[in-house]
Protein backbone atom coordinates (compact mmCIF):
# COMPACT_ATOMS: atom_id res chain seq x y z
CA UNK A 1 0.00 0.00 0.00
CA UNK A 2 2.73 2.73 1.41
CA UNK A 3 4.41 1.83 -2.25
CA UNK A 4 1.21 2.99 -4.19
CA UNK A 5 1.06 5.95 -2.55
CA UNK A 6 4.66 6.85 -3.05
CA UNK A 7 4.08 6.21 -7.21
CA UNK A 8 1.05 9.04 -7.13
CA UNK A 9 3.28 11.95 -6.58
CA UNK A 10 4.96 10.67 -8.97
CA UNK A 11 2.44 9.90 -11.59
CA UNK A 12 1.03 13.36 -11.16
CA UNK A 13 4.47 14.98 -11.83
CA UNK A 14 5.06 13.01 -15.10
CA UNK A 15 1.40 13.98 -16.29
CA UNK A 16 1.51 17.30 -15.67
CA UNK A 17 5.01 18.06 -17.12
CA UNK A 18 3.80 16.54 -20.01
CA UNK A 19 0.13 18.55 -20.32
CA UNK A 20 2.16 21.76 -19.94
CA UNK A 21 4.77 20.99 -22.49
CA UNK A 22 4.50 22.76 -24.70
CA UNK A 23 2.88 26.14 -23.06
CA UNK A 24 4.52 29.63 -23.39
CA UNK A 25 7.77 29.54 -21.66
CA UNK A 26 8.29 26.23 -21.49
CA UNK A 27 10.96 23.98 -23.51
CA UNK A 28 9.48 22.37 -26.90
CA UNK A 29 9.09 18.89 -26.58
CA UNK A 30 12.14 17.21 -28.55
CA UNK A 31 11.14 14.47 -31.32
CA UNK A 32 12.78 13.13 -33.98
CA UNK A 33 9.69 12.22 -37.09
CA UNK A 34 10.51 10.97 -40.53
CA UNK A 35 9.60 13.13 -43.49
CA UNK A 36 8.12 12.87 -46.80
CA UNK A 37 11.52 11.06 -48.07
CA UNK A 38 11.51 8.80 -44.98
CA UNK A 39 14.73 11.11 -43.54
CA UNK A 40 14.56 11.25 -39.94
CA UNK A 41 14.00 15.04 -38.96
CA UNK A 42 14.98 16.08 -35.21
CA UNK A 43 13.78 19.30 -33.68
CA UNK A 44 16.96 19.96 -32.32
CA UNK A 45 18.38 20.19 -36.35
CA UNK A 46 17.58 23.57 -35.58
CA UNK A 47 18.70 24.79 -32.44
CA UNK A 48 19.77 28.25 -33.15
CA UNK A 49 17.02 29.00 -35.68
CA UNK A 50 13.19 30.14 -34.75
CA UNK A 51 11.06 26.93 -36.20
CA UNK A 52 7.59 26.97 -36.98
CA UNK A 53 5.54 24.01 -36.03
CA UNK A 54 1.79 23.80 -38.32
CA UNK A 55 -0.45 20.66 -37.76
CA UNK A 56 -1.97 19.62 -40.87
CA UNK A 57 -4.75 17.49 -42.29
CA UNK A 58 -5.67 17.81 -46.08
CA UNK A 59 -8.87 16.20 -44.92
CA UNK A 60 -9.69 18.63 -43.01
CA UNK A 61 -11.95 22.07 -44.06
CA UNK A 62 -10.00 24.44 -41.81
CA UNK A 63 -6.74 23.32 -43.20
CA UNK A 64 -8.17 23.57 -47.18
CA UNK A 65 -9.33 27.39 -46.53
CA UNK A 66 -5.42 28.34 -45.74
CA UNK A 67 -3.80 26.10 -48.89
CA UNK A 68 -6.89 27.38 -50.96
CA UNK A 69 -6.48 31.15 -50.28
CA UNK A 70 -2.88 30.14 -50.54
CA UNK A 71 -2.05 32.17 -46.43
CA UNK A 72 -0.43 29.08 -45.30
CA UNK A 73 1.86 29.15 -48.67
CA UNK A 74 2.53 33.09 -47.87
CA UNK A 75 3.26 32.60 -44.78
CA UNK A 76 5.93 29.62 -45.02
CA UNK A 77 7.71 31.83 -48.17
CA UNK A 78 7.99 34.99 -46.14
CA UNK A 79 9.53 33.57 -42.96
CA UNK A 80 11.58 30.66 -45.29
CA UNK A 81 13.11 34.01 -46.74
CA UNK A 82 14.39 35.38 -43.19
CA UNK A 83 15.60 31.97 -41.98
CA UNK A 84 12.78 30.38 -39.97
CA UNK A 85 12.37 26.92 -39.87
CA UNK A 86 8.35 25.78 -40.89
CA UNK A 87 7.89 22.03 -40.40
CA UNK A 88 4.08 20.67 -41.37
CA UNK A 89 3.56 18.17 -39.15
CA UNK A 90 0.30 15.45 -39.94
CA UNK A 91 -0.02 13.49 -36.79
CA UNK A 92 -3.47 11.62 -38.20
CA UNK A 93 -2.51 7.92 -36.82
CA UNK A 94 -2.09 5.14 -39.64
CA UNK A 95 -4.86 3.58 -38.48
CA UNK A 96 -7.41 6.86 -39.49
CA UNK A 97 -9.34 6.90 -42.60
CA UNK A 98 -7.80 10.00 -43.18
CA UNK A 99 -4.32 8.80 -43.03
CA UNK A 100 -1.89 9.99 -45.39
CA UNK A 101 1.08 7.69 -46.93
CA UNK A 102 4.58 10.10 -47.07
CA UNK A 103 3.58 10.02 -50.84
CA UNK A 104 0.38 11.12 -50.88
CA UNK A 105 0.71 14.23 -48.47
CA UNK A 106 4.23 14.86 -50.87
CA UNK A 107 2.05 14.95 -53.83
CA UNK A 108 -0.64 17.64 -51.96
CA UNK A 109 1.89 19.62 -50.45
CA UNK A 110 3.33 20.14 -53.73
CA UNK A 111 -0.18 20.45 -55.42
CA UNK A 112 -0.90 23.23 -53.21
CA UNK A 113 2.71 24.69 -53.90
CA UNK A 114 3.97 24.63 -50.61
CA UNK A 115 7.16 26.17 -49.22
CA UNK A 116 7.66 24.44 -45.96
CA UNK A 117 11.09 23.27 -45.29
CA UNK A 118 9.51 19.51 -44.77
CA UNK A 119 6.41 18.17 -44.47
CA UNK A 120 6.78 15.19 -41.46
CA UNK A 121 4.57 12.19 -40.73
CA UNK A 122 4.11 11.56 -37.48
CA UNK A 123 2.16 8.34 -38.18
CA UNK A 124 2.20 7.10 -34.44
CA UNK A 125 1.10 10.49 -32.65
CA UNK A 126 3.55 10.67 -30.78
CA UNK A 127 4.25 14.01 -31.49
CA UNK A 128 1.65 15.30 -32.05
CA UNK A 129 0.07 13.87 -28.09
CA UNK A 130 3.44 15.53 -26.60
CA UNK A 131 2.45 18.76 -28.13
CA UNK A 132 -1.01 18.20 -26.77
CA UNK A 133 -1.78 18.98 -30.76
CA UNK A 134 -5.79 20.03 -30.67
CA UNK A 135 -6.90 20.64 -33.93
CA UNK A 136 -5.65 20.93 -37.42
CA UNK A 137 -4.31 23.65 -37.59
CA UNK A 138 -2.49 23.93 -34.77
CA UNK A 139 0.64 26.16 -34.52
CA UNK A 140 3.52 26.94 -32.13
CA UNK A 141 6.72 29.37 -32.79
CA UNK A 142 9.51 27.98 -31.15
CA UNK A 143 12.53 30.40 -30.67
CA UNK A 144 16.61 29.54 -31.05
CA UNK A 145 16.72 28.17 -27.85
CA UNK A 146 14.00 25.74 -28.03
CA UNK A 147 11.33 27.96 -26.25
CA UNK A 148 7.86 27.85 -26.79
CA UNK A 149 6.60 31.19 -28.07
CA UNK A 150 3.72 31.05 -28.74
CA UNK A 151 0.84 28.37 -28.99
CA UNK A 152 -2.89 28.28 -30.75
CA UNK A 153 -4.56 29.40 -33.57
CA UNK A 154 -2.99 30.53 -36.84
CA UNK A 155 -5.09 34.01 -36.90
CA UNK A 156 -8.60 34.81 -35.31
CA UNK A 157 -11.08 34.24 -37.87
CA UNK A 158 -12.41 31.02 -36.47
CA UNK A 159 -14.22 29.26 -40.06
CA UNK A 160 -13.56 27.14 -42.82
CA UNK A 161 -13.92 30.30 -45.39
CA UNK A 162 -11.00 30.79 -47.69
CA UNK A 163 -11.64 34.81 -47.91
CA UNK A 164 -11.73 35.44 -43.97
CA UNK A 165 -8.15 34.28 -44.46
CA UNK A 166 -6.82 38.06 -46.12
CA UNK A 167 -8.90 39.91 -43.28
CA UNK A 168 -7.52 37.79 -40.39
CA UNK A 169 -5.09 38.84 -37.65
CA UNK A 170 -2.55 36.36 -37.90
CA UNK A 171 -1.19 35.24 -35.03
CA UNK A 172 1.81 33.33 -36.14
CA UNK A 173 3.23 36.51 -38.46
CA UNK A 174 2.54 38.76 -35.64
CA UNK A 175 4.36 36.70 -32.96
CA UNK A 176 7.20 35.89 -35.63
CA UNK A 177 7.30 39.67 -36.71
CA UNK A 178 7.79 40.81 -32.74
CA UNK A 179 9.91 37.85 -32.19
CA UNK A 180 12.78 38.50 -34.75
CA UNK A 181 12.61 41.59 -33.78
CA UNK A 182 13.89 40.82 -30.34
CA UNK A 183 10.48 42.14 -28.55
CA UNK A 184 8.19 39.96 -26.76
CA UNK A 185 5.00 37.97 -27.97
CA UNK A 186 2.16 40.29 -27.30
CA UNK A 187 -0.12 37.26 -28.06
CA UNK A 188 1.71 34.09 -27.39
CA UNK A 189 -1.41 31.95 -26.91
CA UNK A 190 -5.08 31.53 -27.89
CA UNK A 191 -7.43 28.50 -28.83
CA UNK A 192 -6.75 26.60 -31.45
CA UNK A 193 -9.74 26.00 -34.24
CA UNK A 194 -10.53 23.38 -36.83
CA UNK A 195 -10.93 19.86 -37.36
CA UNK A 196 -9.82 17.22 -34.43
CA UNK A 197 -6.24 15.72 -34.69
CA UNK A 198 -7.39 12.29 -35.85
CA UNK A 199 -5.43 10.05 -33.30
Known sequence: MSHSFRLIPLLLVLMIGSAVA?????????????????????????????????WTNPECPFVQKHYVSQNMQALQKEWA???VVWLSINSTNRSSSEFKTPQQMSE??????A??????IDATSAAGKAYSAKTTPHMFVIDPAGKVLYN?????????????????????RAALT???AGKPVTVASTT????TVKY
Open 115 to 120: AQKATL
Open 22 to 54: ATPGGAAPEFSINDTAGKAVKLADFKGKFVVLE
Open 81 to 83: SKD
Open 152 to 172: GAIDDKRSANPADAKTAKNYV
Open 178 to 180: EAT
Open 108 to 113: WMQAKG
Open 192 to 195: PYGC
